[in-house]
Structure formats: structure tokens, C-alpha cells
């Protein structure tokens, strides 16, 4: 018997995907109540039926490495129909939190900040790490222009952006300070990523050959990466999400989110050029057509995220960490980044470059942490649904 | 005393529009009986005039309205005899005014009116019995031990003890073994008994012992068997002994068939019979001997138990059977009893445990005799596993995962152990991999075929009843010290399971918990309940003198015309509860309170010697012959008359429903109940053709291995009586066709009427009988 499969459970990894929020996964008794009900189950090997006993019977391998796992919107149509509340939606959820931390856990050097970043009383030392960095930065921006000055000079760059604006949060905390420190975070997140996505990808591929998944014998990573732009336009339109019966307002909220971290992306990107390309400084006018692109954005993210807490505080016994550490983050991001322009539109110094120094620190929280946290999941499905698209999974 | 006649004819539930019922009068009086009509006789009024009849002197009454099925407890007067005609279901609800219709002015003496021809012929028939019984009397025994002896000392004889007792009846347990406990008291833990069922508990056992122990009304005796059970219920003699030991009054056995012939295959005459049998129980006194120091108890229970099943052989050899480390589940609780799970063959702990529920021999049975008990044991034992070791694994390979009712609790409940595994699949191969094993399944729930390492591997087996192995109860009866026919049963002691739980096939002995079926703890203790109170429900019964079941409060029996009797033995031979024992020559020997009063022995006596009160040869075929058979002499087209003798368990009900769903039947057939087909006499069948009719035909239980009849024996028995009839008919040149059985079951109501009116109409096409109007 060559192909035998030869089980080796792993206790660990199912008390940890209890740990995770799926707590209901041993009550499974395996009727693929949940497989027929899925909108989204391809017809070959459908999920979350396997998935479930995978995951009762420990079979880690089976599934952290599964592109199927994120084919799963947690639409909860599988959750509404299980017979012995089971909840496979929020147990693929619990999985794919497991998914996550165990490649990212896998990265050398930072590894170690996955387990920090879903264990709740770590939130205080992560964000102590950014609070601290940037009141030095404040500090250095506040009290020691001067000798910056004479630093920037000898590199031939100046140190101050001229501005005759009353109230700038670069006055506060200088803009070659935060971008000298968002920047380079960004650019080692990316490269976690890479990291991360080379190991994932030849799992999914060794998965989907071992589960008969596939029609591709080996990955050609120039046919995947082909394949991006036809998921991208997926996600954008929120396809896959629209399809779900039971949690049909949830994709909107997402989609607020989703475009409004997009409008951002764009408008710093304006910013950047703004600033080091044309050596225009901010703050800008409102009547510029990309401040009007950021104030949208900003409004979308925070609408968005109201709407999904208030849908999650209707569900009392959805209340994993990894959840709320998300939405929280989400909603600061918004509401910080908006109320630092009303305050400084309102001339209130002191307060401005208070919201502003929340802002910087949820915004590192968002760079920095992006690989280890929940947040990753953008990366992660992005690259699962190409792969099943690619791999034509049916 | 002179029995005096009444014959009340009730006009409602449609009868008065369809049916004359003063011409019903003038057939009554043709037989010189006083009839009264009324609109409603099961109203106050209507009672109130039969009591005044009573009150008169009338004592023997013919109430025709509806079936005795119904109103059975209105018309209940104190010493009287009440004949049911049930003109209602029988004439009024199934022909038809429609298709038959009244006989009108224009219509001569000639016309046929098919309705009034039926009614008038069932007040016939029911004045015909009325003169042919007499009141019943109940049979009395001298003397009646009300003492309940229980076979078995485990949970569920101790239960069934300690209920009886608690009732008030004397008990004495008899066990086999050293102490009391049976199985229960080899256990490491049981599986939950009360809400809300999910977790194993500690083994109740000891509480229970010591239950007996305090209960002043039970006597234990350890060590000790059954040699034999003589006599009856009520007066039951029973010989305890030793276990091995060997005892004058150990049961005799009947003569095995292949020593019942020559070596030519021809059977041996009655002389040589009884000297090889006397031979063959050499030292053993006959069943009719009652040992003088015998023990009187007047009700058993059979609460023998189980022993876990064996699983060898090459049926099982991809399982691993025969090496130490792979062992069945009662194995396995030992070891567990013993303290942490340990391998047998080098004592090492055992973390990973595979637990393999069904042979997967081609097909998806389980091991022999497992049941959910068997499932629920797997859980129960995967949790030892666990309990044993944090990083324990325990494995469940299954068919069938069965956990009924309220044991859902406590599957649920091991299922969200993280190291207990389940899955459906196929075991395919146990082999050995160093000192473990590996297990190989397929068609698994994990969709792939898998191996799983293991320290060892239990086997799920069955639970075999201890009947299987013995008669255990010792029935001094002459068809033998077993019960009959238990291979069909797998060796369970149970005559109908669905119907009659606790009943065994023989009166007075009731089978409770693992002799039944594999049972949970649970399951036994209640069992055991449901067989003391059907002890109990006997002694009572017999104290009265009545029936015990299923003709519960029957107050007849069966009697015998012992000087006519010719020593055929068929009656003892056939009677379904082994109530008769003959004697050397042959003489019948009856046990009224054995008797089910089914009246088998009846049907079967060539002499016809045997009936009952109310009940015998000489009631129901003068019933037959007072329906008249019209002839040409009569009619210029004389209807046929057919006649139906059905049983009064299943075909009458049956035939009542479609009655009340007004399906039609045809009028030229005359129905007889009789208490079951095996009571049925050939006789009347022969009276029923010599004075002319044209078809008879039997309506009764489906027999065979899933029979339904309520006498076990009865309709299988009729059939083998019907088979010969037709060498009779052939020798009247007569049609064999023009007899037939039939079986119905009680839901077929929507099938009879078709399968009677086929029948009618095949007898139609083939002429009316020669014999008519001799």
C-alpha cells in the first residue's frame, strides 16, 4: 500500500486551534452539512467537511499548508446549518490563525513576535516598543533641530520643511523621522512575505497534488504570477463574499475597509512624491483632489469598522483576540487619522500631535506586526485564491 | 341449571338502515331465543335492557352490533356468556347497499338479498356456539408457592431481585460463580446511567450487592446452578446443585433425531423409543418425577448474562487475532481494572491504543453479537486511554458507531476528548511493526486510505448470551430442557421481541437483560424490572386461575377426553409452550398453568378429545354448519358461500380497520374468528365442503424465521396441517384450490380485502361445490 497515509496526530495543534476560537471542531460528526451548504466549495474535495476531520484527528500537515483553508470567507453559512454546532466557519478561521503564526513564527530572527502579537497581554509591550520610538523621535524633532540641521547639511539635504502652516505635525514629529522609520519596517514586512509566500506556495502545490487538487504537475511561478490580476479583480469586487446567505452585510463593511486602506495607500503615495519629488510639504490644502481621495478613505475605514464590531458585538460567542486586536487597530487607524487633521484644522496644537502620536503608533502596529497578525490574511488569501485559480481548482 | 337464551340486535352504526333487523327476530326464533331490538345498545339504555334480561334469567347472550373487539368492557355481565356478533364490520360496513340492494316490490321470491342473507347466518352462528359452550371455570392448583427464583447474580438479577422483593415476593439468586456481581463487577468504570449522560461513573455494582444484601426478602446462593426446573408455574419444583456436579435430578434430554432411526433411516417403533431414551439418560429420573426435596417457586427469571464472544480463526487473521498485544475488549477492561493500560506481552504502557469495531469480511457487519453496547464499550475505553496518559491517543475504526437515545450525551461527550479518534472505514490489515503495530483502513472519513502506529489493538466483540452455550434454565418439560427455536433468535431466549419483551417460550420463565440482547448496565437494570413484574403478573395470574399471557385473564383451558385419546403424542409434540408432558405410553400429561390457551393441541388432535369451555371442535363447526348453503333448489343462481376462519390477533384487527375505511367485501363469504390458526381443526374444514360449500379459506400470521404469529407456532403449523388436506379433498374429487391460507399482518387492512375477494372469485370460476344440497 504505497499511498497510505499514515496518521500522526498532533495534540498540541489541536488544543491551539481550540485556543484559537475553535473550541467546537471535536463536536463534528462528519454529515458535510457544511460542504453542501458552502457557496464557495469547489465541487472537487470540498471544504470544510475534510477540514474538520483534519482537524479533530490533529493532521496539522493536511491543513496548514492547504490552499483551501483561505478559499473560506467565514461566510457562516456552514456554522447556521451544522447540526451539532460545530461551527466550521469560525474552526477554518481558528485554522487559518494557526496558518498564519506558524509561517510566520517560521521567519528568522522575528519569529518570535508571532506568538507576542495573538497573545493579549503582549499588546501592551508591542505597543510600548513603538511609543517609546517615537517620543525620541519627537523629542529629537522637538528640541534638537539644530544639530539635525547640521547633520542633513553635511549629507547635502536640508533638515526642515518649510511650511507656514500654524500647526504641522512635522513640527512635532519630523516627516524624515517617520518615514526613516515606516520605510525600511515596510520594506523587512515585504520581505517576511517573500519569505513566508515561497514556503506556502510549494506547500499549497505539494497538497494539492497529494489531494488530487490540481491538473498542474509543477508550480510555474511565471503562469501564477500571471494569474494575479484576474483574482485581484475578484477580490476588488468582492465576488466570492457576495456569495455567502447567512453574513451578506459583512462584505460590504469589508469592502469599505478594503478601498478605504487603498485610498491611503494611494494618497501617501501622493504625499511622497509630494514631498521628496516636487519638495512640496504638507499639510496641504482640502481643496486638493487627493486630500479629498484621504478623507474618504478615512471615513470609509471608520464606517467599516464600526459596522463589523457592532455585527460582532451581535454575536457574543465569536470574542477570539485575534479578531478584536484587528477591528481595534482598524478602527484607531481611521478615526486617529482623521481627528489629527480636525484638530489641527481646529488649531489645536497640543491635541493634534497627541491623536498624531496614536496614529503613528497604530500605524506601526499595522506595518510592523502585518505578517504576524490577522491582517496577514490579505497577503495570504490573495495568494491562495491565485494559487487555486492557477491551479484550476474546481 | 338450563341456560336460558337472549338475543340483542343493535340498529345503530348503520345496521338498522341497511340490515331487517325484524327478520333478524324471526331467525332468532327459529331457534326459540327471545330477541330484542334496539336504536343503541351500548348506551345506558341500551345495557340497562340487557340487565333486565339478566335480572330475568337470561345468562347466555348474543349481543349483534359490533365486534367484540370494542365495547368488550360495556357488555360484561356476571355469569353470563356473551356471544359478539359483529354485524357491523362483518355485513353492515362491507356490503354494500349500493351494489346489493334491498329486495323492492317489483322483485320476486327469487331475488338474492346478499345483505340480510349474511346477517341472517351470523345470528345463526352465534346461537349454534351459544348452545355448544359452557361458563368457564378457572383451573385452581392445591397449593401455590408465589416464591420468584432468579437465574444470575449480576446486575440484572440482582435488580430484578431487589424489585420483586421490594414488591413483596420472596426471592432466592442463584449464581454460578463464588459471588454476586456477574460482569459488572470486572469493570474499571460503567457507562452513565442518569442525566445528563455523559461521563463513565463508578461501577454500581458494589451498591447493589449490598442492596441484596440488606433486603430481607432475598436469599443468595453462590455456587450454585439450576439441575432442573420441574412442574409449572405456580408449583414450579426446582433442584439446585453444585456447579459440575452431577445429580439424579439433573434434566433429562430428549433423544437427538439421528438416534431416532435404524441405520436404514427408518425411525425406530415407540418400544425401542423409550428404551434408547431411557438408555440416553441413564441415571437421570424422568421429567414427570418431581424431586421430593425440590424447592417450590412459582415464577423464574432468567437473568443468566453474557460471555464475551471469542474472535479467532482465519475469518479474523488480518486483524492480527492470536497475537498478545491484539485482544478483545473484555480483555481489554481487565487489564483496565487492573490499573494503567499496559501492553501484555512486555507490560509497557500502552499510549496508543486502536480500537477496530467490525471484521470488514466484504461487508459492513459487526463482530457477532455486538450492538451499541459494543460502541459505547469502544468510547467508554478510549477514555481509559486518555484518563491513563495525557498524550494518549485512542483510535476508533468503525461501521456502525451506535449510541441510542439519551447515550448521544456521552458520545458527544468522548468525541470532544482531543485524543479520542473515530472514524467509518474498512480495517484492511493489523501488521507488526517493531514491537507495535501498524493498522491499515481505507474508505476512511479522512477520504484516503490510512495507517495508524500502535502499542495495541482491541477487538470489538459481542456479547453471546449465556443460552447459547446451555439451556441454563434445565426445563424438566419433555420437548426439552432448552428453549425452542432459539437459533433463529441467534441463541437469545426471547419467543417475540418486538411484541413481548421478557417472554420466553415457555410460560412462568422471563429472560431479562443480556440473555435478551447486548445490553448497557442501564438498559439490564431496567430490563430487569419489566421481567419481575411479569413474574409477578404470573403468580397472580395462576393464583386467580386465568391466563397469563397474551390471552391475559383467559379463564379456560384446555380439557381432554383422556379415554378417547390414542397416544399420538402430536399435541405434546406441537404445543408451541411445551405444556404437555406425555408419559411412557404416551398419555398426555397436562400443566394448565404452562398453557397459553392458544389451542394448537386442538388443532392438532386427530381424535378431536381436546377443547375449551367456550371454545372447542364442536362450537365453531356447529357454526359452520348453520350457515345455509343455498342451492339451486332455492335460486335460479344460488350465491356461493365460502368460508373464512381468521385469526383473532392480527387478521381481525386488520380486517375491523378496513372495515372502518368501508372497503368491500364480497357477501358470499361467512367469517369464524378463531384464537389462532393453529387451533384451527381440519374437521371443519371437512364439514365446512360436505354440506356444501364452495371455498374455505385460513386468514393468519405471517410464519417462517420472522413470524408473527402471537403462538409462535400456530399459522407455520396450520400450513403443514393444509398441505395434507388436499390428499382428503383429492379423494372427494374435489378442487385442492378450493382451499387456501392467506397471511395478513395487522397493518394489511388496505391488502385483504383484495386477496379475499380474489379468492372468491377464483372458487366462483370453478363452479359451486358438488356436494351441494346433499
Known amino acids: 500500500m504505497s499511498n497510505q497515509y499514515i496518521i500522526q496526530p498532533d495534540l498540541t495543534f489541536i488544543n491551539e486551534v481550540v485556543g484559537l476560537g475553535g473550541d467546537t471542531l471535536k463536536k463534528c460528526f462528519q454529515c458535510a452539512t457544511c460542504s453542501v451548504a458552502c457557496p464557495i466549495a469547489p465541487e472537487n474535495s470540498p471544504f470544510p467537511r475534510k477540514e474538520m476531520i483534519a482537524a479533530s484527528w490533529g493532521l496539522k500537515d493536511k491543513l496548514v499548508g492547504s490552499a483551501d483553508i483561505w478559499l473560506c470567507h467565514e461566510c457562516g453559512d456552514c456554522t447556521a446549518l451544522c447540526p451539532r454546532g460545530a461551527k466550521p466557519g469560525q474552526t477554518l478561521s481558528a485554522i487559518r490563525s494557526y496558518a498564519i503564526s506558524e509561517y510566520s513564527s517560521s521567519v528568522p530572527v522575528v519569529g518570535k513576535l508571532s506568538k507576542m502579537v495573538t497573545d493579549p497581554k503582549k499588546l501592551a509591550l508591542l505597543t510600548a516598543i513603538p511609543a517609546a520610538w517615537l517620543a525620541l523621535m519627537a523629542i529629537i524633532t522637538m528640541f534638537m533641530g539644530g544639530v539635525m540641521e547640521k547633520i542633513f547639511h553635511v549629507i547635502g539635504l536640508h533638515w526642515y520643511h518649510v511650511t507656514d502652516a500654524p500647526i504641522a505635525q512635522a513640527r512635532f514629529i519630523s516627516t524624515w523621522l517617520v518615514d526613516m522609520t515606516f520605510v525600511p519596517v515596510f520594506n523587512i514586512s515585504l520581505l517576511i512575505f517573500a519569505y513566508t509566500l515561497y514556503k506556502m506556495l510549494s506547500d499549497m502545490h505539494a497538497n494539492a497534488l497529494a489531494e488530487g487538487k490540481t491538473d498542474k504537475e509543477t508550480l510555474d511561478y511565471k503562469a501564477y504570477f500571471n494569474t494575479i490580476p484576474t483574482v485581484l479583480k475578484k477580490v476588488l469586487k468582492h465576488t466570492q463574499f457576495n456569495e455567502c446567505g447567512e453574513n451578506k452585510n459583512r462584505g460590504t463593511a469589508h469592502m469599505m475597509v478594503l478601498f478605504g486602506f487603498i485610498g491611503c495607500l494611494i494618497v501617501t503615495t501622493i504625499g511622497f512624491g509630494f514631498l521628496y519629488v516636487l519638495g512640496k510639504p504638507g499639510p496641504y490644502s482640502q481643496w486638493w483632489p487627493f486630500k479629498w481621495l484621504g478623507n474618504i478613505s478615512g471615513i470609509a475605514i471608520v464606517f467599516g469598522a464600526v459596522l463589523m464590531i457592532k455585527e460582532r458585538l451581535g454575536k457574543p460567542d465569536l470574542n477570539a483576540y485575534k479578531d478584536w486586536y484587528l477591528l481595534g487597530l482598524v478602527l484607531t487607524l481611521g478615526a486617529t487619522g482623521l481627528l489629527t487633521q480636525m484638530a489641527r484644522l481646529a488649531g489645536m496644537e497640543i491635541a493634534t500631535y497627541a491623536i498624531y502620536y496614536i496614529h503613528l503608533i497604530a500605524v506601526f502596529h499595522l506595518f510592523a506586526y502585518l505578517p504576524f497578525s490577522k491582517l496577514a490574511h490579505a497577503v495570504y488569501r490573495l495568494a491562495a485564491m491565485t494559487y487555486a485559480e492557477y491551479a484550476n481548482r474546481k | ?774
Not at chain 2, 380486517?655 to 381443526?681: H, T, W, Y
Request: glycine share 8%; hydrophobic share 40%; charged share 25%.
Open chain 2, 1 to 774: 341449571m338450563s341456560n336460558k337464551f337472549g338475543v340483542y340486535i343493535c340498529k345503530g352504526c348503520g345496521i338498522g338502515e341497511s340490515i331487517d333487523c325484524d327478520q333478524l327476530v324471526n331467525v332468532a326464533s327459529e331457534k326459540r331465543a327471545p330477541a330484542v331490538v334496539h336504536d343503541c345498545l351500548c348506551s345506558a339504555d341500551g345495557v340497562a335492557t340487557i340487565k333486565k334480561g339478566v335480572a330475568e334469567g337470561i345468562n347466555f347472550i348474543s349481543i349483534v352490533g359490533c365486534s367484540k373487539r370494542v365495547n368488550s368492557d360495556i357488555f360484561q355481565f356476571e355469569n353470563c356468556m356473551v356471544d359478539r356478533v359483529a354485524l357491523r364490520e362483518n355485513v353492515a360496513w362491507t356490503i354494500s347497499r349500493e351494489k346489493y340492494p334491498k329486495k323492492t316490490e317489483n322483485d320476486d321470491d327469487y331475488f338474492v338479498d346478499n345483505v340480510q342473507l349474511a346477517a341472517d347466518d351470523y345470528i345463526r352462528m352465534s346461537l349454534a356456539r351459544l348452545e355448544k359452550v359452557k361458563l368457564p371455570e378457572p383451573f385452581q392448583l392445591p397449593s401455590i408457592s408465589k416464591k420468584i427464583l432468579v437465574i444470575g447474580g449480576g446486575m440484572t438479577g440482582m435488580s430484578s431481585a431487589i424489585d420483586a422483593a421490594k414488591a413483596g415476593y420472596e426471592v432466592t439468586i442463584v449464581e454460578k460463580d463464588g459471588a454476586l456481581g456477574g460482569y459488572a463487577a470486572k469493570m474499571r468504570k460503567q457507562m452513565p446511567v442518569a442525566e445528563p449522560y455523559d461521563s463513565l461513573i463508578p461501577p454500581m455494582v458494589a451498591d447493589k450487592i449490598k442492596e441484596v444484601q440488606a433486603e430481607k426478602n432475598i436469599t443468595v446462593k453462590t455456587n450454585t446452578v439450576v439441575a432442573r426446573i420441574a412442574g409449572q408455574p405456580g408449583e414450579f419444583t426446582v433442584t439446585l446443585k453444585k456447579p459440575g456436579e452431577t445429580n439424579e435430578f439433573d434434566v433429562p434430554y430428549p433423544l437427538p433425531d439421528s438416534m431416532k432411526v435404524d441405520e436404514n433411516g427408518k425411525e425406530y417403533d415407540a418400544e425401542k423409543l423409550l428404551e434408547l431414551y431411557k438408555e440416553y439418560n441413564k441415571g437421570k429420573n424422568d421429567v414427570l418425577t418431581l424431586d421430593p426435596n425440590g424447592e417450590l417457586f412459582g415464577a423464574v427469571i432468567l437473568a443468566a448474562g453474557w460471555r464475551p464472544d471469542v474472535i479467532e480463526g482465519d475469518a479474523f487473521k488480518h486483524l492480527g487475532v492470536g497475537d498478545v498485544d491484539v485482544v478483545t475488549n473484555a480483555q481489554f477492561e481487565e487489564i483496565a481494572a487492573k490499573g494503567k493500560i499496559v501492553r501484555p506481552s512486555d507490560g509497557k504502557e500502552a499510549k496508543n491504543v486502536v480500537f477496530i469495531q467490525s471484521p470488514a469480511n466484504g461487508d459492513d457487519r459487526d463482530f457477532n453479537y455486538a450492538g451499541s453496547v459494543t460502541s459505547m464499550v469502544a468510547l467508554k475505553q478510549a477514555k481509559y486511554v486518555r484518563e491513563d496518559y495525557e498524550d494518549g491517543k485512542a483510535y476508533v475504526i468503525y461501521q456502525h458507531m451506535r449510541t441510542p437515545g439519551l447515550t448521544e450525551g456521552f458520545y458527544k461527550n468522548m468525541q470532544q476528548d482531543s485524543g479520542i479518534f473515530l472514524t467509518k472505514g474498512e480495517v484492511t490489515a493489523v501488521e507488526k511493526k517493531g514491537s507495535g503495530f501498524v493498522v491499515s483502513a481505507k474508505n476512511t472519513l479522512l477520504g484516503e486510505s490510512i495507517g495508524i502506529k500502535a502499542d495495541m489493538v482491541v477487538l470489538a466483540a459481542g456479547m453471546v448470551p449465556a443460552t447459547a452455550d446451555d439451556p441454563v434454565v434445565n426445563m424438566a418439560y419433555r420437548q426439552g430442557p432448552a428453549f425452542r427455536d432459539n437459533g433463529i433468535f441467534d441463541e437469545y431466549a426471547d419467543s417475540n421481541f418486538i411484541c413481548f419483551p421478557y417472554e420466553t417460550q415457555r410460560t412462568g420463565i422471563y429472560a431479562a437483560g443480556c440473555v435478551r440482547r447486548s445490553m448497557t448496565i442501564e438498559e439490564s437494570m431496567e430490563d430487569a424490572t419489566g421481567a419481575a413484574l411479569k413474574a409477578i403478573q404470573c403468580i397472580d395470574s395462576v393464583n386467580r386461575g386465568v391466563a397469563v399471557h397474551p390471552r391475559s385473564g383467559d379463564m379456560t383451558f384446555p380439557d381432554f377426553f383422556f379415554q378417547r385419546c390414542t397416544q399420538c403424542k402430536r399435541c405434546t409434540q406441537e404445543c408451541p409452550f411445551g405444556a404437555l408432558d406425555d408419559d411412557e405410553k404416551g398419555t398426555p400429561k397436562p400443566n394448565p398453568t404452562r398453557c397459553r390457551r392458544c389451542g394448537t393441541c386442538m388443532g392438532a388432535c386427530p381424535e378431536r378429545i381436546i377443547g375449551f369451555a367456550d371454545y372447542n371442535i364442536d362450537s365453531i363447526g356447529s357454526m359452520v354448519k348453520s350457515i345455509w348453503v343455498p342451492s339451486e333448489d332455492d335460486y335460479y343462481n344460488p350465491p356461493m358461500r365460502i368460508l373464512c376462519l381468521y385469526c383473532e390477533n392480527d387478521a381481525m384487527p386488520a380486517l375491523e380497520m378496513a372495515a372502518m375505511k368501508k372497503a368491500q367485501i364480497d357477501p358470499q363469504v361467512r367469517f369464524i374468528p378463531v384464537r389462532c390458526l393453529g387451533s384451527v381443526n381440519t374437521i371443519w374444514i371437512k364439514d365446512a365442503l360436505a354440506q356444501g360449500m364452495d371455498g374455505v379459506f385460513l386468514l393468519g400470521c405471517k410464519h417462517g424465521d420472522d413470524y408473527q404469529c402471537h403462538f409462535v407456532k400456530g399459522s407455520e403449523l396450520a400450513n403443514v396441517r393444509m398441505s395434507k388436506i388436499g390428499d382428503a379433498l383429492a379423494s372427494l374429487a374435489l378442487e385442492t384450490e378450493r382451499v387456501a391460507q392467506f397471511e395478513a399482518a395487522i397493518d394489511d387492512y388496505d391488502k385483504i380485502p383484495g386477496v379475499i375477494n380474489a379468492f372468491v372469485e377464483k372458487v366462483v370460476a370453478m363452479g359451486p361445490n358438488p356436494f351441494k344440497g346433499f
